[in-house]
């Protein structure tokens, strides 16, 4: 679409950039789709295939493994149901089959996994327009009834759930899953990006545990991941489940409208800017997504953009946390078109087929070229052509984007990282999988070559018993309740309102501190909820209506210790190495920050424990022979300095975003008796994030000095050494000794 007018020469647009549509290369149905299957397609206006559709197909039907990394609305769906089809309406597969337990006539079926229950449902949605008689595709999650559980148990052909509900439902009951487990001919992974790190590591331990009984029923699936363009998608899905080889489809023959897209640097706050577009935008009749960077701004942008909108459209908000009704209905009102604008984190699904998105607006780069790409695919899905805007935040990751757009628009998008042989997250597994079914060294093939030590550990810790060659559970517990895919820490804390007892929300335990410590403003929908009460041990908060103009942000210390030394090399006048930590850290205070300004207000403490986490990290050092051109008074400002910038530009070389980060700076580290810098993994066990620094630490500490110099600032600012989450205040910081130093490493 052409520029509106009001936004066509606003000064703060750093770069536009116009991908001009393209008409799209298209292929016949592969002869194996019985015409009934295509009847239904033709019905819902699809008579031929894109060629990477018709690609994926083939592959998959005849037995091989499938990676799919196309561009959004690229009809990756059409890709991987029509194999499922024929298996499951049609009782084709391609290739021959085992019989099945006993001699027992099974059929085949199919399932379906998503990162969140939205998602299955609207797949759900898109099945049953294809109106196929005697289909039987049915949802599987922690809304389902119990009659709905048995169906699909019974009779679901095609099973849309989520790792979570396989992981804790489905594979510890195996036994009553037979018919599944048995005839199991497809496994489809969808938006297969979203599993890295720890998350992706505990999946992936999931996917193994299913192939594992899989094949102790005798079936042997295929495995067909669907992700947006990543690099290395089939690697990526032999890491996921451990399947090889793997067919890798990556180019995208769809036709696809024009995309207008601007980097637009803020002249004040960015979420107020985005707040004012957002709104703008709706007033235009332009249904607007605002992708932002947490809860807390997702309620403030949706509020703000709603008070300059007025009632000309309704504008919500959407994030992690809300209860299924509340999800239901802003999907709902999305796809209709009802609702003209929401504000929101990624917890709204980015493979919901949102048709009719005219435009979206992404509040700081999400960490990632493939999560910047998947959201800006949400515009332009009904034909339309799509604006897309990225809003940078002053920090330095987006700023030095800004000066270096080829880096968005000429770079290949990252690979996904995950580190599925993290011992803190396979042992768990190992030990769930010995309650499903006695483990033996065999199922190396599973679980990797690590497999043996894990059952030493777990029998030496008393969770495992050997018996001759295997490993079984005794104890009467279950070991994936200890198990929380999304989370090390456990179950959700529940966040109850204290006057009716009401759970409003949810929040990861590991953030609990941090977010719902008594005194904490909690914003869910619009509302701000005050903590009063905070009960870790007991997995709840408690909460009471406000209207005080202000939020919090927590602040606290830590330390590190280096458990072992990996890896290391020499690093222009220092070294850098790369291994096992561990951080001890504690809240220990917060701020309260005005609302509309976000100027603090106070500094209030808190009496929180000490958290200890294990977990990996890269580090530099430096003798002090090195730093003699730096003052000994400014060496703590630059080393922590240095530190900021370096773990604001990570994400720019690694997919993680700085959230999933942290690090430490100090002038004199017992451990190395020198002054040393940490960049370490947010997640028990590491997560791949601190690996990759180590890889690349020549270019990414080079575009930290580059960032550092190249920052107009007099004395540090949010777009160089100033950091968001740092617990010291931004206390001490020194822009220009912070290059000084790093140039000792870089040059």
């Known amino acids: 679409m052409a520029l509106p007018e009001w936004l066509e020469a606003d000064p703060r647009i750093r770069h536009h950039h116009h991908r001009p549509a393209t008409a ?30 018709a690609l994926a197909a083939e592959a998959a039907f005849s037995g091989r493994h499938v990676a799919l990394a196309t561009g959004t609305a690229s009809g990756k769906t059409l890709a991987y149901l029509l194999p499922v089809l024929a298996a499951t309406v049609s009782g084709r597969t391609g290739f021959a089959t085992a019989s099945g337990p006993l001699g027992i006539d099974r059929g085949h079926s199919a399932l379906y996994l998503a990162p969140t229950k939205a998602l299955a449902h609207d797949q759900l949605r898109v099945c049953r327009t294809l109106g196929l008689p005697g289909w039987q595709p049915v949802t599987l999650d922690g809304d389902s009834e119990a009659a709905e559980r048995r169906f699909a148990r019974d009779f679901g052909g095609l099973i ?43 999946v992936s331990a999931v996917l193994r545990r299913l192939r594992r009984l899989a094949n102790h029923y005798g079936a042997d699936p295929v495995f067909i991941s669907a992700s947006a363009t990543v690099s290395g998608a089939g690697e990526l899905l032999t890491r996921l489940a451990g399947v090889e080889p793997v067919v890798e489809i990556a180019t995208d023959d769809s036709a696809r409208p024009s995309l207008d897209y601007l980097l637009w640097q803020p002249e004040e706050d960015p979420h107020h800017e985005a707040a004012d577009l957002l709104a703008r ?16 701004q997702a309620e403030l942008v949706a509020l703000r953009a709603q008070r300059k909108a007025g009632d000309i459209s309704p504008i919500e908000s959407y994030r992690g946390g809300y209860l299924a009704a509340d999800r239901r209905e802003i999907e709902a009102g999305l796809q209709s078109g009802s609702l003209r604008g929401v504000a929101c984190t990624n917890a709204l699904e980015l493979g919901v087929d949102i048709s009719g998105v005219d435009a979206v607006l992404t509040c700081g780069f999400p960490g990632t070229r493939s999560a910047l790409w998947q959201q800006a695919g949400r515009a332009g899905r009904a034909g339309r052509d799509a604006l897309g805007i990225l809003i940078a935040r002053p920090d330095p990751l987006d700023a030095y984007l800004c000066e270096h757009p080829e880096l968005i628009f000429a770079e290949p998008v990252e690979q996904t990282i ?134 919090t942000q927590p602040q606290g210390e830590s330390t590190v210790s280096i458990l072992s030394q990996l890896r290391s090399r020499d690093l222009g006048a220092g070294q850098v190495s790369f291994g096992t930590v561990e951080l001890s850290s504690q809240v220990t205070g917060y701020l309260r920050r005005d609302e509309a300004t976000g100027k603090v207000w106070d500094s209030l403490p808190l009496d929180l424990p000490q958290r200890v986490l294990r977990t990996q990290a890269v580090w530099y050092t430096l003798p002090g022979a090195a730093l003699a051109g730096i003052a000994a008074a400014d060496l703590p400002g630059a080393a922590h300095g240095a530190e900021h910038t370096a773990i604001g530009l990570l994400p720019a070389f690694a997919p993680c975003d700085r959230w999933d980060i942290g690090g430490l700076s100090t002038t004199w580290h017992p451990d190395t008796g020198e002054l040393t810098v940490f960049v370490h ?55 220009a000794a912070a290059a000084q130093l790093l140039a000792l490493l870089v040059g």
């Open 24 to 53: 799209g290369v298209t292929s016949d149905f592969p002869e194996w789709v019985d015409q009934e299957i295509r009847d239904a397609w033709a019905r819902v206006g699809v008579t031929r295939l894109w060629r990477h559709q």
């Open 160 to 202: 849309l759930s989520n790792p979570d509900m396989l992981h804790r439902a489905v594979l510890p009951n195996h036994q009553q899953w037979v018919r599944l487990l048995a005839s199991l001919r497809y496994v489809v992974i969808d938006e297969a990006h979203r599993y890295r790190g720890v998350f992706g590591a505990q």
């Open 281 to 296: 935008l709706v007033r235009d009749g332009k249904q607007t997504l605002a992708f932002t960077s947490s809860r807390v």
């Open 418 to 551: 995950l580190h599925p042989e993290n011992p803190q997250v396979l042992g768990l597994h190992i030990a769930a999988a010995a309650a499903e079914l006695p483990v033996s060294l065999a199922d190396e093939r599973y679980f990797g070559t690590t497999l043996s030590d894990l059952l030493d550990a777990l029998t030496r810790a008393g969770h495992l018993r050997q018996r001759g060659a295997r490993w079984y559970w005794t104890r009467p517990d279950r070991p994936v309740d200890a198990i929380d895919l999304r989370s090390m820490s456990g179950t959700s804390l529940a966040v109850v309102e204290s006057a009716t007892g009401r759970v409003i929300g949810q929040v990861d335990p590991a953030a609990g501190d941090r977010t719902v410590h008594v005194g904490a403003i909690y914003l869910h929908q619009g509302e701000q909820w005050l903590v009063t009460d905070y009960q870790p041990a007991d997995g709840v908060a408690l909460v009471s209506r406000t209207g005080e103009g202000y939020f």
């Open 681 to 735: 993994d947010g997640h028990p066990g590491g997560a791949g994030f601190a690996e990759r620094g180590y890889q690349v630490v020549e270019e990414w500490l080079g575009a930290t000095v580059d960032r550092l110099r190249s920052c107009a600032c007099a004395d540090g600012c949010p777009a160089c050494v100033v950091s968001p989450k740092c617990g010291n205040g931004n206390n001490p910081l020194n822009k």
